[in-house]
Structures are given as C-alpha cells and as structure tokens.
C-alpha cells in the first residue's frame, strides 16, 4: 500500500532506538524505495505539543493507516 505523504499514520512495531511504540502516531514526509525494492518512507514524530521528537526510516509494512475506530492517547517517553 502506498501511503499519501503528510498524512499520519501509525507504527506497527516498536523503535526501540527512538524509544517508539506499536500504535504511535507518525507524520509521513519522504518515500523511498530500498534496494530490495521494498517501499518505506521518512516520518516525523512530534511529541503532544507538536515539537519534532525524531525522524525516522520505516519500512512501509511497519507503517498502517489510521482508522475511524482508533482513539489517540499521550504516554510518556520513559
């Protein structure tokens, strides 16, 4: 699935160098396609007042949208 760029979507695994979890929310800036040919993209994470926490590189399969049945929630980053 390729995904629209600046929409949101959410992780479906863990970054653990980023301290990210399954379920946070990301904002996709850049598409990329790997060697493999494996699509992924850049995506800026931003904490719950809006301020750029990372950017990372995911591959698209640990990327999905979000849905009308999902609630956003905070958590801490610790």
């Known amino acids: 699935m390729k995904f629209e760029l600046y929409k949101d979507v959410v992780l479906t695994h863990d970054v653990p160098e980023e301290r990210l979890k399954r379920g946070d929310i990301?904002?996709?800036?850049?598409?990329?396609?790997?060697?493999?040919?494996?699509?992924?993209?850049?995506?800026e994470v931003f904490n719950a007042v809006g301020d750029t926490l990372a950017v990372i590189?995911?591959?698209?399969?640990?990327?999905?949208?979000?849905?009308?049945?999902?609630?956003?929630?905070?958590?801490?980053l610790g």
């Open 26 to 43: 990301v904002k996709l800036v850049e598409h990329h396609v790997a060697r493999d040919g494996e699509n992924g993209y850049s995506a």
């Open 57 to 76: 590189t995911v591959p698209e399969s640990a990327l999905e949208p979000l849905r009308a049945d999902e609630v956003c929630c905070v958590r801490s």
